[in-house]
């Protein structure tokens, strides 16, 4: 058991992994007492795949009855530079740190099958890999293993690299033992709590996802409910705040991971370019990343309510030419913006032009008199 473990953590380390723990294949009851109460009370919005295999999540054992035991993996894509420079700047976008550079799906997976194989080959057993893709709580698993611990924002803390970890999981027939579970280090610190631009924690250790900017620029499908809309600020793309302020960040150097690197694109992009990416440039600027998931149509919409908030009226032609957009979450999401940026009589000249022709029940209600315009003075800053 002791040789496996630490060839597997030699293996890991060769990998350009960060951080290596081992636990059993299973998970003590609060972690699926903590999932069921998120589910209850309608915190997951949109996440119907979070309730439809809540057993599988709860006990990794339901995914697969033969595992035995966990290699947690811990991948850094600690930034270099401040997270949050870009927040203040109005006519630029402010993307997550962890979409600035390769989709982490594909470089993470790919090194633990390398592991994977090597595993087998030397000791036997059977192995499956998951990267965030599959009904397994990486995160209690990663406490379980010593790896860090769910802090009060619920994402993972490490005393070594800080809020800024990818995690991967082998599960394995063979039984590797376990480490001491990591314990919590959070104290009586609560800035990442504090700090969220939507109040998207209800307590410590507890967030509903429906306020949280990465669940409604990433996840969230449908139009951004409107009384949040002036808070997410420049933020078109997942949301750092919670995660840049925690203190254990200190510690953390700047990733070694050449692919997280941020790529020039995509460190404050200019809104302006950005919604004028139609659907195969779109494809284009975000190949290879994440980004790229949710499709032009979503990311579209972000950008306009960025561009809502930034009380820059030299952007308001661009979110007029989007009011023509065949899509009727974009042509929404610009009569928002427009509705932010311009004075009562040329939003009124709008409507007149646009509301009667608009055919989509939704897109229609964003023109009614009573989402009339604020003057451009008065939109919130980010």
Request: aromatic residues 6%.
């Amino acid at each position: 058991m002791r040789q496996a473990r630490e060839a597997i953590r030699d293996l890991a380390l060769a990998q350009g992994f960060d951080a290596v723990g081992f636990a059993p294949a299973h998970l003590d009851e609060a972690a699926g007492q903590g999932l069921r109460e998120f589910l209850a009370a309608g915190h997951h919005g949109d996440m119907g795949w979070l309730g439809a295999r809540a057993d599988e999540r709860a006990h990794p054992k339901s995914l697969w009855p033969a595992a035995r035991s966990a290699a947690v993996l811990g991948l850094s894509y600690a930034p270099a530079a401040d997270p949050l420079a870009t927040v203040g700047e109005a006519d630029r976008a402010t993307i997550s740190v962890y979409a600035q550079g390769a989709d982490y799906h594909d470089v993470i997976k790919q090194r633990l099958k390398h592991i994977a194989r090597a595993i087998v080959d030397e000791f036997g057993g059977e192995v499956k890999v998951f990267v965030d893709t599959a009904p397994l709580m990486e995160k209690p698993l990663a406490q379980a293993a010593g790896v860090g611990w769910q802090g009060k924002h619920t994402n993972l803390v490490s005393r070594e690299h800080g809020s800024w970890l990818f995690l991967g999981v082998i599960l394995s027939t063979l039984d590797l033992g376990d480490a001491a579970a990591e314990q919590d280090h959070c104290g009586t610190c609560r800035r990442c709590l504090d700090v969220c631009p939507t109040g998207a924690f209800p307590a410590p250790y507890q967030l509903d996802a429906r306020r949280c900017i990465s669940y409604l620029t990433i996840e969230h499908k449908g139009p951004i409910p409107r009384e949040l809309r002036p808070l997410m600020g420049n933020r078109i793309y997942g949301c750092d705040d919670c995660l840049a302020v925690c203190p254990w960040n200190k510690f953390a150097s700047a990733a070694r991971e050449t692919a997280f690197h941020p790529r020039h694109e995509l460190t404050a992009p200019m809104l302006a370019d950005l919604a004028r990416l139609d659907d195969p440039a779109f494809r284009a600027r975000f190949r290879g990343s994440p980004i790229k998931r949710i499709g032009r149509d979503r990311f579209i919409r972000n950008v306009l309510i960025a561009i809502g908030n930034s009380a820059d009226c030299a952007l308001a032609p661009v979110a007029e030419a989007l009011l023509a957009d065949p899509t009727p979450l974009v042509r929404g999401a610009a009569v928002w913006a427009l509705s932010r940026l311009l004075d009562r009589e040329a939003f009124e000249t709008l409507r007149a032009r646009h509301a009667p022709a608009e055919a989509d029940a939704t897109t229609a209600a964003e023109w009614r008199p009573a989402v009339s315009p604020s003057p451009a003075h008065q939109a919130s800053p980010a």
